[in-house]
Each structure stands twice: as structure tokens, then as C-alpha cells.
T-cell receptor, first 115, second 114 residues
């Protein structure tokens, strides 16, 4: 069965520093991978997704993620953190060709940004 | 405005008293889903629906029921709530399916069962 593991439930960075949020997936078939962001007291919204086209995916708000099959990873990065990036980030996996309704989320990583 | 609307936002109830959380979307989306969010466990899928009259179990369906009689509505029913169903619940919808179109989430329903 497919799954995702997010390393680190909390990450703290200084404003202007690199943001790196880690996600590893487990899947025996090519996955579709997603990053969603949840701001306080809101539902989730899509940041970016990988669907087997380019391995480097650019999303909203300056975030990007790189699919690395050899490492089964899909880490999220942003070169320079902004205070408004403070939120909880969720990696998710869906299996191409599998049940199209089953999107599996990781446990989330809460990002704090210090001034 | 395109949105997913959940009601109520907050609900406190007692064990065994049947309740329904409503979810409605105005985007003509085929797909709808319910998740629960618990600290340290992330989001877990309860049920989803690929279209009207089609529903499937997610990862944690026990103790929940859903129905999809019309495209825009997808209510979540707890026939006999228990304290372990205290959680934050999210309804979400997608144009076709979540792996080819973004999920749009409601603002959540915080349920407390005493």
C-alpha cells in the first residue's frame, strides 16, 4: 500500500532562510505526489503536484519540489522564507491508475518562521 | 464565490446522539470526500464519492455514514457518536478526482463528543 512519511513534525527557520520540508513516499507503482498547505483555522489548499512530467515542480508562493525516484523523495523547498509562510504543510500521494479517490496524506510538518 | 461550505463550524454533543455535518459545494464538482484531522495523525480519509450515488470507504470509515443523493451535497452522519470521534472534520471536493484536479477544502467542523 502507498504511504508518505514527513520527517519532522515541526521545522523552524529564520525569515530569509532556506525552507526544506522533507517527504518520502512508498509506492510500488508510479505515484502522483502533492504538497498542500494549511494556514491557521483554514482548510488545506494545493501548493503543487507531480504527475510524471517534469521532476522539478514549481508551485505557488515561490515553493518548488523535486521528485527523486532513486530516493523515493519529494522534498519541498523555498529559497527565502517569509513570515507569511508559517503554516502546516502536508505531503500526499495518489497512485496513478489506482483508486482515483484515495489520496493519502502525511502527518504534516508545522513551519514556524522567526523574524 | 466558488466554495465548499460545511456546517456547523463547532459542535458539542453527547455520546450516542445522532448528528449530521453538512457539506455543500457550488463548483459542480464530481468528487467529494470527508477527512478527519487529529494531532500527530494528519488527515485521514473517512469516505469519498466519485459521483452521485457512488460512495467508497476511505481509511477510517468505522462509525460514519455518508450519502450522495445530489452532486452538490455530501453529508457526514454519525449514527451513535463516541468520544474517539472528537476531531476536526474537513469536507473537500475536486472537479474529477484529487489526482488530476486540486482538492478544495471547507473551513472545517470541530466536533467534541462527551
Amino acid at each position: 500500500a502507498q504511504s508518505v512519511t514527513q520527517l519532522g513534525s515541526h521545522v523552524s527557520v529564520s525569515e530569509g532562510a532556506l525552507v526544506l520540508l522533507r517527504c518520502n513516499y512508498s509506492s510500488s507503482v508510479p505515484p502522483y505526489l502533492f504538497w498542500y498547505v494549511q494556514y491557521p483555522n483554514q482548510g488545506l489548499q494545493l501548493l503543487l503536484k507531480y504527475t510524471s512530467a517534469a521532476t522539478l515542480v514549481k508551485g505557488i508562493n515561490g515553493f518548488e519540489a523535486e521528485f527523486k525516484k532513486s530516493e523515493t523523495s519529494f522534498h519541498l523547498t523555498k529559497p527565502s522564507a517569509h513570515m507569511s509562510d508559517a503554516a502546516e504543510y502536508f505531503c500526499a500521494v495518489s497512485i496513478h491508475g489506482g483508486s482515483q479517490g484515495n489520496l493519502i496524506f502525511g502527518k504534516g510538518t508545522k513551519l514556524s518562521v522567526k523574524p | 464565490e466558488a466554495q465548499v461550505t460545511q456546517n456547523p463550524r463547532y459542535l458539542i454533543t453527547v455520546t450516542g446522539k445522532k448528528l449530521t455535518v453538512t457539506c455543500s459545494q457550488n463548483m459542480n464538482h464530481e468528487y467529494m470526500s470527508w477527512y478527519r484531522q487529529d494531532p500527530g495523525l494528519g488527515l485521514r480519509q473517512i469516505y469519498y464519492s466519485m459521483n452521485v450515488e457512488v460512495t467508497d470507504k476511505g481509511d477510517v470509515p468505522e462509525g460514519y455514514k455518508v450519502s450522495r443523493k445530489e452532486k452538490r451535497n455530501f453529508p457526514l452522519i454519525l449514527e451513535s457518536p463516541s468520544p474517539n470521534q472528537t476531531s476536526l472534520y474537513f469536507c473537500a471536493s475536486s472537479l474529477v478526482s484529487p489526482y488530476n484536479s486540486p482538492l478544495h477544502f471547507g473551513n472545517g467542523t470541530r466536533l467534541t463528543v462527551t
